[in-house]
């Protein structure tokens, strides 16, 4: 079965350096999401992604966050500067086959994001 | 935005036991998905239902749209269905999955 893939599984990072959290979605869905989750707490929305541009953003989702589509297969989650509080587990998701509109997301395995 | 609402917070079984969990949700809904969150942080798919009942081995589910609320059954459970459960729901406007809180189950052998 297809899957979401992403990398790198960990990621310690140093406060204020810039990471990018890449992502493969599954190859012929249309829709792609991040999520990120901090340790303990429930699963927040952060971003969803549709014919080359943001659908809908979260208020979590401030100027130090981007998101890409480089070519026909990546996508990628930047933090520009990043904070103790961007700590957390990274999810990216994809959605909706071509042709069907309501289908479930499929979530890869995350990438866990450490600040120090 | 839409509200997801779980219960219970955290449920204590005896390996073998059944269980359910409830997940309350505040508007109509194009998407609900039951998700395993394993030791290990990865979220595991368990079921696509917007509506109706669907069975997978010792799980299944119920969406009662029409009401807002869905079940999540647990039979015989296992140390292995340790872990937390997720609801997400989809409204039928925007474009996000939205979590509830989660319940954390712990199945002791």
């Known amino acids: 079965e297809p899957e979401v893939t992403q990398t790198p599984s960990h990621q310690v990072t140093q406060m204020g350096q810039e990471v990018i959290l890449r992502c493969v979605p599954i190859?012929?869905?249309?829709?792609f999401y991040w999520y990120r989750q901090i340790l303990g707490q429930k699963v927040e929305f952060l971003v969803s992604f549709y014919n080359n541009e943001i659908s809908e953003k979260s208020e979590i989702f401030d100027d130090q966050f981007s998101v890409e589509r480089p070519d026909g297969s990546n996508f990628t989650l930047k933090i520009r500067s990043t904070k103790l509080e961007d700590s957390a587990m990274y999810f990216c998701?994809?959605?909706?086959?071509?042709?069907?509109?309501?289908?479930?997301?499929?979530f890869g395995n995350g990438t866990r994001l450490t600040v120090t | 935005g839409i509200q997801v609402e779980q219960s219970p917070p955290d449920l204590i079984l005896q390996e073998g036991a059944n269980s359910t969990l409830r997940c309350n949700f505040s508007?109509?809904?194009?998407?609900l998905q039951w998700f395993h969150q394993n030791p290990w942080g990865q979220l595991i798919n368990l079921f696509y239902?917007?509506?109706g009942t669907k069975q997978n081995g010792r799980l299944s589910a119920t969406t009662v749209a029409t009401e807002r609320y869905s079940l999540l059954y647990i039979s015989s459970s296992q140390t292995t269905d340790s872990g937390v459960y997720f609801c997400a729901v989809f409204g039928t406007s925007g474009s996000r999955l939205t979590f509830g809180e989660g319940t954390q189950l712990t199945v002791n052998p």
């Open positions: 508007d109509s809904v194009n998407n």
């Open positions: 190859s012929n869905h249309l829709y």
């Open positions: 239902i917007p509506s």
């Open positions: 998701a994809s959605s909706a086959p071509a042709g069907s509109y309501n289908s479930p997301l499929h």
